[in-house]
């Protein structure tokens, strides 16, 4: 029987999954739209300005994670670094939406570009690796993670009804099209700085419960903190556990999906399917919420499938029934009758069961690398460094998207946005490939690295029991 401490603890810390979730997705759902069909950069400065990002991350995120776990506060080292973030992280949602087009300057235009969201990623990283520090941090052992896991994904699906599904609301449309009026063209960057604010809002109000009552840390001495490698010594030490490193590789793939599906999804409903600003909500927006509502009523088949054949095990199966699912992506198009456009809602409905099944399993195994981590490299708890080193390597699944992108939009001769489009039939194909080959293919290259990851099964038992052993000395 749970407690009812330990429960309230458990759900406020599921808070903490709002502003980092809301905050993020609804950058990878809008900003590449933003710039490319409202402000007009071609694709070629996005890519540009997308690995220049990268380039910053190189460095921002692993970074970030090793100062975390070497800082010693009488605040606590993660609460320092969660209340420095939270509010600046509120303003990113406007800031990325106010781009100074007043000035008319292209160069102006993609220069902003390129400083927000490279101090969007400062501020988001910031949050987001001592967030997840916390995790394995507060809640010891699986089956605790396991309980908390449901409030944090549950209240996760909050976070992405509400970045997926609001622009679809209050942006209309989210893509221009030739049949979008000069005033209406005008009118959306308002629109888009519109939506930012209200996300500014509701990032904020979501965050108070968890910043003022969900931190709880566990008190690290000096002489723990000075045994914990330096920052180089933290990322070689790192990158050579090859446990973590076929991991995140295979998880970089799936979250290669994650991204490019609310990426391409605007596009896509409006060039393959012809949906017009009328009927965006109804045929996308409103599909999107029930998608994610789905997604959560999974989660406890996650959890039972996660208990019964291993964590490992269910996101391989996550993973396969996840491609076959997009399937059907290929096989839509416009037709007089809008008989597709009926068949496409079952289609995003059915995406909830994959996307529930990546974000659930991720966390905890995580966690367990970690666990492994402290009995057999360090003997201290690093959690900062590898979900620092998580999101970095993570990031490189966004210079695959955009890169794949690209060179499908240069291919089929949109390398500026152009909504007279002169060959509909091979616009439609590269959008496909995007949306439907492009992701199967990181997939299955997912699937091939867990198939090698060597920690489950009873090596995972053995690294448990040494885990307990070790904390039950710390105690003492």
């Given at each position: 029987?749970?407690?009812?401490?330990?429960?309230?603890?458990?759900?406020?810390?599921?808070?903490?999954?709002?502003?980092?979730?809301?905050?993020?997705?609804?950058?990878?759902?809008?900003?590449?739209?933003?710039?490319?069909?409202?402000?007009?950069?071609?694709?070629?400065?996005?890519?540009?300005?997308?690995?220049?990002?990268?380039?910053?991350?190189?460095?921002?995120?692993?970074?970030?994670?090793?100062?975390?776990?070497?800082?010693?506060?009488?605040?606590?080292?993660?609460?320092?670094?969660?209340?420095?973030?939270?509010?600046?992280?509120?303003?990113?949602?406007?800031?990325?939406?106010?781009?100074?087009?007043?000035?008319?300057?292209?160069?102006?235009?993609?220069?902003?570009?390129?400083?927000?969201?490279?101090?969007?990623?400062?501020?988001?990283?910031?949050?987001?690796?001592?967030?997840?520090?916390?995790?394995?941090?507060?809640?010891?052992?699986?089956?605790?993670?396991?309980?908390?896991?449901?409030?944090?994904?549950?209240?996760?699906?909050?976070?992405?009804?509400?970045?997926?599904?609001?622009?679809?609301?209050?942006?209309?449309?989210?893509?221009?099209?030739?049949?979008?009026?000069?005033?209406?063209?005008?009118?959306?960057?308002?629109?888009?700085?519109?939506?930012?604010?209200?996300?500014?809002?509701?990032?904020?109000?979501?965050?108070?419960?968890?910043?003022?009552?969900?931190?709880?840390?566990?008190?690290?001495?000096?002489?723990?903190?000075?045994?914990?490698?330096?920052?180089?010594?933290?990322?070689?030490?790192?990158?050579?556990?090859?446990?973590?490193?076929?991991?995140?590789?295979?998880?970089?793939?799936?979250?290669?999906?994650?991204?490019?599906?609310?990426?391409?999804?605007?596009?896509?409903?409006?060039?393959?399917?012809?949906?017009?600003?009328?009927?965006?909500?109804?045929?996308?927006?409103?599909?999107?919420?029930?998608?994610?509502?789905?997604?959560?009523?999974?989660?406890?088949?996650?959890?039972?499938?996660?208990?019964?054949?291993?964590?490992?095990?269910?996101?391989?199966?996550?993973?396969?029934?996840?491609?076959?699912?997009l399937i059907p992506f290929a096989l839509v198009y416009v037709d007089p009758l809008g008989i597709m456009r009926l068949i496409f809602i079952p289609v995003i409905?059915?995406?909830?069961?994959?996307?529930?099944?990546?974000?659930?399993?991720?966390?905890?195994?995580?966690?367990?690398?970690?666990?492994?981590?402290?009995?057999?490299?360090?003997?201290?708890?690093?959690?900062?460094?590898?979900?620092?080193?998580?999101?970095?390597?993570?990031?490189?699944?966004?210079?695959?998207?955009?890169?794949?992108?690209?060179?499908?939009?240069?291919?089929?001769?949109?390398?500026?946005?152009?909504?007279?489009?002169?060959?509909?039939?091979?616009?439609?194909?590269?959008?496909?490939?995007?949306?439907?080959?492009?992701?199967?293919?990181?997939?299955?290259?997912?699937?091939?690295?867990?198939?090698?990851?060597?920690?489950?099964?009873?090596?995972?038992?053995?690294?448990?029991?040494?885990?307990?052993?070790?904390?039950?000395?710390?105690?003492?």
């Amino acid at each position: 029987m749970e407690k009812k401490g330990g429960l309230v603890r458990k759900i406020v810390f599921g808070f903490s999954s709002i502003p980092d979730q809301l905050t993020y997705q609804a950058f990878t759902y809008l900003v590449f739209t933003f710039y490319y069909t409202i402000i007009r950069l071609n694709i070629l400065e996005m890519l540009i300005g997308y690995t220049i990002w990268a380039i910053w991350n190189a460095v921002n995120d692993p970074l970030l994670g090793s100062l975390s776990d070497r800082t010693k506060t009488s605040f606590g080292r993660r609460r320092l670094y969660i209340s420095i973030a939270i509010v600046p992280l509120c303003l990113m949602m406007v800031l990325l939406f106010t781009v100074p087009i007043f000035l008319g300057s292209q160069l102006i235009n993609f220069v902003y570009f390129m400083v927000i969201i490279m101090v969007f990623e400062f501020i988001y990283t910031m949050y987001s690796v001592n967030v997840n520090a916390l995790f394995p941090e507060m809640f010891p052992n699986e089956k605790e993670r396991a309980t908390t896991n449901l409030f944090v994904k549950g209240l996760t699906i909050f976070a992405l009804c509400f970045a997926f599904a609001v622009p679809n609301l209050i942006i209309t449309p989210l893509v221009p099209d030739i049949t979008t009026s000069p005033a209406v063209v005008a009118s959306l960057p308002f629109q888009y700085a519109a939506f930012g604010f209200i996300a500014m809002i509701v990032t904020g109000v979501a965050a108070a419960p968890f910043v003022l009552f969900g931190i709880k840390e566990k008190k690290t001495g000096v002489k723990e903190i000075e045994k914990g490698p330096s920052f180089w010594q933290s990322m070689k030490i790192t990158m050579k556990n090859k446990t973590f490193v076929i991991f995140v590789c295979a998880n970089m793939l799936i979250w290669y999906l994650f991204g490019m599906f609310p990426t391409i999804l605007p596009l896509f409903g409006t060039y393959v399917l012809g949906i017009t600003k009328n009927d965006q909500f109804l045929i996308v927006g409103l599909p999107l919420i029930i998608a994610l509502l789905f997604a959560a009523a999974c989660f406890p088949l996650h959890r039972y499938i996660g208990r019964k054949f291993g964590m490992r095990n269910g996101l391989i199966l996550t993973s396969i029934v996840w491609a076959i699912t997009l399937i059907p992506f290929a096989l839509v198009y416009v037709d007089p009758l809008g008989i597709m456009r009926l068949i496409f809602i079952p289609v995003i409905i059915i995406q909830g069961f994959g996307l529930s099944g990546a974000m659930y399993y991720v966390d905890i195994i995580i966690s367990d690398i970690i666990d492994e981590d402290e009995v057999k490299t360090t003997g201290v708890r690093r959690e900062g460094s590898y979900y620092g080193m998580n999101a970095f390597i993570h990031r490189i699944s966004i210079i695959l998207r955009i890169l794949s992108i690209f060179l499908v939009f240069s291919g089929m001769g949109w390398g500026d946005y152009n909504p007279h489009v002169n060959n509909p039939f091979l616009l439609h194909i590269g959008l496909k490939l995007l949306m439907v080959v492009f992701p199967i293919i990181a997939l299955t290259g997912a699937v091939l690295l867990l198939l090698v990851f060597p920690l489950h099964g009873k090596k995972l038992e053995e690294v448990q029991k040494e885990v307990a052993k070790i904390r039950a000395q710390k105690t003492e």
